[in-house]
């Protein structure tokens, strides 16, 4: 008896056709659905802040950003539920609710880069010249090798 190596399949395809999967596929298809039915009926600037979390038994949970969004959506909230439940899929709302999840990645954080003046550099391979520590010599010179020489034009 020989093996026989499965064919392999596309991801779409599994998704499409292992039940576990399928649910899962079909449960963000729907959610994704409504987050554009939601962004349509928001203002521009709100979209990027505010996320469909869940939609069951005329109970819709928005995930907003912060808290400066919250207070502005809350105060649109009796519009946006006029606006939504026009829509079928929206046909019985009779609740928004809004939480506040900051996002989890802070941007702006990676990529930050150092910069030291020739002052401040030269100051601290001095001091690195003075300590006997090994490794927080090597600290210390790595940080001033972070200095940035001024450029002299004389334009």
């Not at 064919?7 to 395809?13: E, L, M, S, Y």
């Not at 959610?31 to 819709?60: D, F, K, M, Y």
């Not at 802070?106 to 601290?124: C, D, K, M, Y």
Request: glycine share 4%.
């Amino acid at each position: 008896m020989a093996f026989r190596p499965l064919i392999a399949r596309a991801p779409a395809v599994l998704l499409r056709e292992a039940k576990p999967l399928k649910a899962i596929f079909h449960h963000a298809q729907r959610l994704g659905h409504l987050q554009r039915l939601l962004e349509s009926q928001l203002q521009p600037a709100a979209r990027e802040h505010c996320h469909v979390a869940s939609w069951r038994e005329g109970s819709l949970l928005l995930i907003v950003t912060d808290g400066h969004w919250a207070t502005r959506l809350r105060y649109q909230q009796k519009r946006l539920q006029r606006q939504l439940v026009a829509f079928d899929e929206f046909a019985n709302l009779t609740r928004i609710l809004f939480k506040v999840q900051p996002p989890t990645v802070q941007q702006g954080a990676a990529g930050h880069t150092i910069s030291l003046s020739v002052v401040a550099a030269e100051s601290i391979q001095a001091t690195a010249e003075g300590i006997t520590d090994p490794k927080l010599k090597a600290a210390l010179e790595r940080l001033a090798s972070h200095g940035k020489p001024k450029t002299d034009r004389d334009d």
